[in-house]
């Protein structure tokens, strides 16, 4: 005869089964079915970071973007990268999971190299706002420099109309360190400096509030090695006659000079921007021609507009790209003319009355 019904063994089996399933549905979270309430996993943060200012690697013209990476223990890394403005302090804000976290932000340049870095640890908690400040430094390896920066035996004349230094660090006509900072001057001065290994010339000028140059000073080569402190001495001079209230000069003093500060890449269309500064003239007097090399010579950036102003500080700026593949070119020349030189044509040699300085940077193929 057919058997109907469950054995016992297969009776037992489904009330386990319907055991379980009611368990699942009712008994979850415990509470007999009533909603959980989670407390809170993350918090805002608000990363503060400041970048140094007394470096070689000038923050300004290298860094390109700021990336700020989380860590921590059960989480998923969190990643978060900007592009960098050019101010020396920013900040971005966050979520991050409450705990024990480790904040480490990196300053890349445009190859997303990291060129300064810096790390700190917190534990965030919820409830309120997280504040996260982080110093960057250089990767690079630094060496300190200590300028004693003095005014001749018995000259004092004038030192109480000193409201501010400047010192810059230049390598081969390049500026790669300046700063400028308030100070009492009453004769004699000390200045450390952090500054990547290299070898420098550098120039001090004491200046008065309306920007001039009341003193200036400049050392020989000096090599600075990694982990030893250089002492450099710099005597000051009121600065040669005809220097204008308004610019305030470095490098060589005299003739006027065109320096570059930054020079951009081979090849790259998103950095085409050459900087640069001169010294020797006053800036409403004279004005710079920008040409590139590609085939030939081009002036940039465009045939009706071509006139490079310099700013109240000695301070120049060409947008070098304005097409084809000016990204390419191999070679630029700047000229310094005077303002009655109206032309786009390639001046003469100088020095002529309206052909001040010029100067030829190389910029070959990798």
């Known amino acids: 005869m057919k058997q109907t019904g469950f054995t016992l ?15 699942l549905l009712t008994g979850c979270g415990g509470g007999g079915g009533k909603s959980v309430v989670t407390p809170d996993t993350t918090a ?5 970071f400041s ?12 860094v390109k973007f700021i990336t700020i990476t989380v860590t921590g223990i059960n989480m998923a890394p969190i990643s978060q990268t900007v592009d960098f403005d050019g101010a020396n ?49 250089s990767t690079d390896p630094l060496g300190q420099v200590t300028l004693n920066i003095s005014m001749p035996p018995g000259e004092t004349g004038g030192l109480s109309d000193v409201t501010q230094m400047e010192i810059v660090a230049q390598t081969n006509l390049t500026v790669m360190y300046t700063d400028k900072f308030d100070c009492v001057f ?6 450390p400096l952090m500054l990547n290994i290299n070898s420098y010339e ?15 000073g400049k050392s020989g080569l000096v090599a600075i090695t990694e982990g030893n402190s250089t002492p450099v001495s710099i005597t000051l001079q009121p600065p040669a006659t005809g220097v204008g209230v308004g610019l305030t000069i470095w490098g060589d003093l005299g003739p006027p000079t065109i320096y570059t500060t930054y020079v951009p890449p081979y090849g790259d269309p998103k950095d085409t921007i050459l900087r640069g500064k001169v010294t020797g003239v006053l800036p409403d007097s004279a004005h710079l021609l920008v040409y590139i090399y590609y ?34 070119a191999t070679a630029f020349r700047v000229y310094l003319v005077t303002n009655d030189y109206g032309s786009s044509a390639m001046p003469p040699d100088p020095p002529t009355a309206q052909s001040l300085a010029m100067l030829e940077i190389p910029r070959p193929r990798p």
Do not use: H
Not at 11 to 20: E, G, K
Not at 44 to 48: D, F, G, L, N, T
Not at 186 to 191: A, N, P
């Open 9 to 23: 063994i297969e009776l037992l089996i489904v009330i386990a089964i319907i055991a379980i399933t009611a368990g």
């Open 44 to 48: 805002k943060v608000v990363v503060k």
């Open 51 to 62: 970048l140094p200012t007394a470096t070689t690697r000038a923050p300004v013209t290298d």
């Open 89 to 137: 302090t920013a900040e971005m804000s966050l979520d991050v999971p409450v705990g024990q976290r480790t904040f480490q932000a990196d300053a890349k340049d445009k190859d997303e190299k990291i060129i300064f870095t810096g790390k700190t640890t917190q534990d965030i908690t919820a409830g309120t706002v997280n504040s996260i400040a982080i110093d960057l430094n």
């Open 186 to 191: 009453t004769g004699s001065l000390t200045r």
């Open 202 to 216: 550098f120039t001090v000028n004491a200046l008065s509030s309306a920007g001039t140059v009341l003193f200036t």
């Open 295 to 328: 085939n030939s010579w081009i002036i940039k950036p465009y045939n009706n507009n071509y006139q490079i102003k310099i700013d109240s500080n000695g301070y120049w700026a060409c947008q070098t790209y304005t097409g084809g593949y000016d990204y390419n």
